[in-house]
């Protein structure tokens, strides 16, 4: 006996969306990391530039 509780309709998309997310996240990054790769041509100008624009727009809030 007790209560139970299942995902259902719209709540067990959410869920199955969210545990998606770290994923997409990352292949996101991925691919601004290649594309600037191939703008500038240097690995790691990229890498410098993908890590400081973050840091700069959360200096400016």
Excluded at 37 to 51: C, D, H, N
């Amino acid at each position: 006996m007790g209560v139970g509780f299942d995902w259902t309709d719209t709540a067990l998309e959410e869920n199955r969306a969210a545990r998606l997310t770290p994923v997409l996240i990352g292949l996101s990054l991925l691919a601004v990391f290649m594309a600037l790769a191939a703008l500038y041509e240097s690995w790691t100008i990229s890498l410098a530039v993908l890590t400081i624009v973050p840091l700069g727009v959360g200096e400016v809030q």
